[in-house]
Nanobody, 124 residues
Framework: HVQLVESGGGSVQAGGSLRLVCAASGYTYNSNCLGWFRQAPGKEREGVAATLFADKDTRYSDSVKGRFTISQEGNTVYLEMNILKPEETAMYYC????????????????????WGQGTQVTVS
């Protein structure tokens, strides 16, 4: 079974940085990509970034492009977040699935099957 555990969240001042960590296990044969999503109270869950394991291809939402970086090393996927804004306060989740690259690029939460428990990010 797939297990995803996020960590690295916390409180940071606007303009600051955080690095989120997703420790993944059991995903072999069950997924080909890992994504980061966020959900603020009263809002829809939105895609932030995603990477395909095989070729390390990456996708970003327009709102974070140039400030966030997704990367992978072994069974760990990172999301480096820079110049954080208060409106980016949310619960951040990592997710895994087996998806076509064109679907990964959409960063649509409903397409993803396996989810972690989330880590809270608060920007003040």
């Amino acid at each position: 079974h797939v297990q995803l555990v996020e960590s690295g969240g916390g409180s940071v001042q606007a303009g600051g940085s955080l690095r989120l960590v997703c420790a993944a296990s059991g995903y072999t044969y069950n997924s080909n990509c890992l994504g980061w999503f966020r959900q603020a109270p009263g809002k829809e869950r939105e895609g932030v970034a995603a990477t395909l394991f095989a070729d390390k291809d990456t996708r970003y939402s327009d709102s974070v492009k140039g400030r966030f970086t997704i990367s992978q090393e072994g069974n760990t996927v990172y999301l480096e977040m820079n110049i954080l804004k208060p409106e980016e306060t949310a619960m951040y989740y990592c997710a895994a699935a087996f998806l076509l690259p064109s679907v990964v690029a959409r960063l649509t939460a409903s397409s993803w099957l396996y989810w972690g428990q989330g880590t809270q990010v608060t920007v003040s």
